[in-house]
């Protein structure tokens, strides 16, 4: 059974940064896309950041590149999002997930991309 489990989100002031985690199991993540999304209230989830099964490839949201960072661990089948400068508008719901397809790229950018999530962890900018 596939589990990913989020954790380090929290309340942090405009400006801060956060650290997120998604450790994954029941599957070999090695070989998948990983990618990062996020779901505001009342709005669409929508995509984050991604890096490729291998680590070598990133993509970001034009409205967070620069200031977040992905990036994978493979032996702990970890992967995390820093964010930095976080602003009000970064507040949300914070998901993981994993790519569909083996040895996926940087390219999964929709949800459809994807086919396990994460429970979700949150994140909350004060200003």
């Known amino acids: 059974q596939v589990q990913l489990v989020e954790s380090g989100g929290g309340l942090v002031q405009a400006g801060g940064s956060l650290r997120l985690s998604c450790a994954a199991s029941g599957r070999t993540f090695t070989v998948y896309a990983m990618g990062w999304f996020r779901q505001a209230p009342g709005k669409e989830r929508e995509f984050v950041a991604a890096i490729n099964w291998s680590g070598s490839a990133t993509s970001y949201a034009d409205s967070v590149k620069g200031r977040f960072s992905i990036s994978r661990d493979n032996a702990k089948n970890t992967v995390y999002l820093q964010m930095n400068s976080l602003k009000p508008e970064d507040t949300a719901v914070y998901y993981c997930?994993?790519?569909?397809?083996?040895?996926?790229?940087?390219?999964?950018?929709?949800?459809?991309?994807?086919?396990?999530w994460g429970q979700g962890t949150q994140v909350t900018v004060s200003s």
């Open positions: 997930a994993v790519g569909r397809r083996m040895y996926g790229g940087s390219d999964y950018t929709t949800t459809g991309d994807y086919d396990y």
